[in-house]
Antibody, heavy 121, light 106 residues
Framework: QVQLQESGPGLVKPSATLSLTCTVSGASIRTYYWSWIRQPPGKGLEWIGDISYSESTSYNPSLKSRVTISGDTSKNHFSLQLNSVTAADTAIYYC???????????????WGRGTTVTVSS | SYEVTQPPSLSVSPGQTASITCSGDKLGDKYASWYQQKPGQSPVLVIYQDTKRPSGIPERFSGSNSGNTATLTISETQAMDEADYYCQTWDSRTVVFGGGTKVTVL
């Protein structure tokens, strides 16, 4: 059974860097793709980006200039860094496994529980 | 960038059929997935590859996708189906979510 667990600070100061880690159990990050998604309070889901088993990355164009997603195969986890945060980055941050079949057949079939990050001084 | 649009809300009576739409340019040429999210919980995949149900998802959930519209249909809707539903597709190396539809069962 694949499980994902997000971890990281719950409070980040404005202009600082948000750093989160997603630890994967029951599967190797050397397989599949792995995504970060966020959800601001009372709003919908926003895809942040993903990293593949070959460590190639894709990012939401609206966040691309501030986002880095990386993987650590020795610890079987992947991480999110979001620079220069503002209050607009306050959200629940989820990690998820992205099953990437051919073409546009890509979907997130396993999700973490999410972690709440508040940007405030 | 590619966008998909959902109605913000939908009301359905218990036992009736709920149809949630997701519209996008030539969406039928892409694959659509659907997620259910209940308050305080993580999203759950209920439909992928337009019509397929993951293991454990009740048969009353079904999907279709043609033209510019993908549809999630909940047959014989139950109180436990009250939730937010999000459609999702993929275009030009980016994952695209719809804005979500709040389904109320009353």
């Amino acid at each position: 059974q694949v499980q994902l667990q997000e971890s990281g600070p719950g409070l980040v100061k404005p202009s600082a860097t948000l750093s989160l880690t997603c630890t994967v159990s029951g599967a190797s990050i050397r397989t599949y793709y792995w995504s970060w998604i966020r959800q601001p309070p009372g709003k919908g889901l926003e895809w942040i980006g993903d990293i593949s088993y070959s460590e190639s990355t894709s990012y939401n164009p609206s966040l691309k200039s501030r986002v880095t997603i990386s993987g650590d195969t020795s610890k079987n986890h992947f991480s999110l860094q979001l620079n220069s945060v503002t209050a607009a980055d306050t959200a629940i941050y989820y990690c998820a496994r992205l099953t990437a079949a051919a073409g546009s057949n890509k979907y997130m079939d396993v999700w973490g529980r999410g972690t709440t990050v508040t940007v405030s001084s | 960038s590619y966008e998909v649009t959902q109605p913000p809300s939908l009301s359905v009576s218990p036992g009736q059929t709920a149809s949630i739409t997701c519209s996008g340019d030539k969406l039928g040429d892409k694959y659509a997935s659907w997620y259910q999210q209940k308050p305080g919980q993580s999203p759950v995949l209920v439909i992928y590859q337009d019509t397929k149900r993951p293991s454990g998802i009740p048969e009353r959930f079904s999907g279709s996708n043609s033209g510019n519209t993908a549809t999630l249909t909940i047959s014989e809707t139950q109180a436990m189906d009250e939730a937010d539903y999000y459609c999702q597709t993929w275009d030009s190396r980016t994952v695209v979510f719809g804005g979500g539809t709040k389904v109320t069962v009353l």
